[in-house]
């Protein structure tokens, strides 16, 4: 059974503008959280979601967004970058059960915002 | 809130040695769960071991098991005969066990830099 997946695995951009990041889950899982990795915050929650809604959403300013599709795929856009949205950016996926506990990590993606 | 604290920042053991890693968590709630999770240098966030609160028993896989003190909120991991695979970021979580969408999370710790000598 293939992980999660990914897309891009790396990314620079330049300060103001947006960017889109892809998740695609583990096939049957429906939930899919999104984690910021920085050197000095850590591993900090985005946002959860659903069966296409978000259940749960950490706390970062609204540049940050994210949907899910009806293939649970996910999707999550950050607008205006700035420089200290510079992170490894986690995607996870959980089991089929809507209170599913386990979280299974992607590769991420590198972004770097110059 | 949930906290979780990961005390060492940096641990190093020699190949085939024992090393346990430290956690303490901070909470409220009676049901919750724990995990290790490893990040090697390629980045990939892996599951190494998971405990639920209401088992007393603590979880053992190969190589890795936990020491869980409830009353103590501490979970620390032992890793047995050390493997240079073994070397990484290890990460201590917690998941709230109650449903609800504030409780889909996890919370990390700041997380162990491992080192294993051969």
């Known amino acids: 059974k293939a992980g999660v997946t990914q897309t891009p695995r790396y990314l620079i951009k330049t300060r103001g503008q947006q960017v889109t990041l892809s998740c695609s889950p583990i096939s049957g899982h429906r939930s899919v959280s999104w984690y910021q990795q920085t050197p000095g915050q850590g591993l900090q929650f985005l946002f959860e979601?659903?069966?296409?809604?978000?259940?749960n959403k950490g706390n970062f300013p609204g540049r940050f967004s994210g949907r899910q599709f009806s293939n649970s795929r996910s999707e999550m856009n950050v607008s205006t970058l700035e420089l200290g949205d510079s992170a490894l950016y986690l995607c996870a996926s959980s089991s089929r059960t809507g209170n599913g506990y386990e979280q299974y990590f992607g590769p991420g993606t590198r972004l770097t915002v110059t | 809130a949930q906290t979780v604290t990961q005390s060492q920042p940096e641990m190093s053991v020699q190949e085939a040695e024992t090393v346990t890693l430290s956690c303490t968590y901070d909470?409220?709630?009676?049901?919750?769960?724990l995990f290790w999770y490893k990040q090697p240098p390629s980045r990939q966030m892996i599951l190494v071991i998971r405990q639920e609160a209401y088992k007393q028993q603590n979880a053992t896989e190969n190589r890795f098991s936990v020491n869980f003190q409830k009353a103590a909120k501490s979970f620390s991991l032992k890793i047995s005969d050390s493997q240079l695979g073994d070397a990484a970021m290890y990460f201590c979580?917690?998941?709230?066990?109650?449903?609800?969408?504030?409780?889909?999370?996890?919370?990390f710790g700041k997380g162990t830099l491992l080192t294993v000598n051969p």
């Open positions: 979601y659903f069966s296409e809604t978000q259940r």
């Open positions: 979580a917690y998941r709230s066990a109650r449903s609800g969408g504030s409780n889909y999370k996890l919370t």
């Open positions: 909470t409220s709630e009676s049901d919750y769960y």
